[in-house]
């Protein structure tokens, strides 16, 4: 698996996530502007939560296109260690189950199928994602019960 691929099919969800965010948030403003306002009526606040709801839907948008700045900046370069931008690969050693991780300083906990391998993002500040930042490949990564050898560094 590259990590070319990888962060293509990553950014590749955080700009899907965004066109529905702007999809929605528009849907959103237009409901907002045609929605009764406390004038109207003392006890209809819909316009007042639908454009509270339109403020969330921007806050999430900017986020998510910070992450997908971050993303699109990740370095292909090989690593020793593991690091934001890396994409590494930990086996669990009871049962050599493998996982494969891409680290973000945020976004973590998606999900994607890349050449039918399953890669998890990880936020920096994730427990998992402490215990492994500075390891190199065989080192000994323990979490949670479970001991984990560093297989793969990208």
Do not use: W
């Not at 099919?9 to 965004?18: M, Y």
């Not at 998510?64 to 690091?83: F, H, M, N, T």
């Amino acid at each position: 698996m590259k990590k070319e691929e990888v962060i293509k099919a990553v950014a590749k969800v955080f700009t899907d996530k965004i066109s529905e965010l702007k999809s929605s948030l528009e849907g959103t403003r237009d409901r907002a502007r045609d929605a009764p306002g406390h004038n109207v009526s003392h006890s209809d606040t819909s316009r007042f939560q639908l454009s509270n709801l339109a403020l969330g839907i921007e806050r999430q948008v900017v986020e998510y296109e910070e992450i997908l700045k971050q993303i699109k900046g990740v370095s292909l370069e090989p690593a020793d260690k593991i690091s934001v931008g890396s994409l590494f690969i930990l086996c669990d050693t009871g049962n050599d189950e493998e996982r494969n991780f891409l680290m973000l300083y945020q976004g973590g906990g998606e999900k994607i199928i890349v050449d039918g391998v399953e890669i998890t993002t990880l936020s920096v500040t994730a427990p998992i994602a402490q215990v492994c930042l500075g390891k190199e490949i065989d080192d000994e990564v323990k979490y949670r019960n479970t001991t984990f050898g560093v297989t793969e560094i990208q």
